[in-house]
């Protein structure tokens, strides 16, 4: 099976900037789609950001286009989220995913296959 960690998370203050990095182990990572969710305590998880694993298509949710920046390094079978500008509302605990076809529906949770354990972003007024 596929694993994936997660990492890069802590508290930061409200305008500031994290990267969370997740490490895939065993399985072809380099024919992976990648995405990112979050998940607020008493809320649904949701949708963040997704990379098809050329790099050539990006997707992001309309609340963190333009403060977010997802990205891989497949010599170290990694994929990233860059997190700016960060709001209070961005508190949640982020979770990595991949999808082992190309990416079909890239903001669909149940079309992934593997997922990572998370890793917490809390972000202070």
């Known amino acids: 099976q596929v694993q994936l960690v997660e990492s890069g998370g802590g508290l930061v203050q409200a305008g500031g900037s994290l990267r969370l990095s997740c490490a895939l182990s065993e399985g072809t990572f380099s024919r992976y789609g990648m995405g990112w969710f979050r998940q607020a305590p008493g809320k649904e998880r949701e949708f963040v950001a997704a990379?098809?694993?050329?790099?050539?298509?990006?997707y992001y949710a309309d609340s963190v286009k333009g403060r977010c920046t997802i990205s891989r390094d497949n010599a170290k079978n990694t994929v990233y989220l860059q997190m700016n500008s960060l709001k209070p509302e961005d508190t949640a605990v982020y979770y990595c995913?991949?999808?082992?076809?190309?990416?079909?529906?890239?903001?669909?949770?149940?079309?992934?296959?593997?997922w990572g354990q998370g890793t917490q972003v809390t972000v202070s007024s």
């Open positions: 995913a991949a999808e082992r076809r190309p990416l079909r529906a890239p903001a669909v949770a149940p079309e992934y296959d593997y």
């Open positions: 990379i098809s694993w050329s790099g050539s298509n990006t």
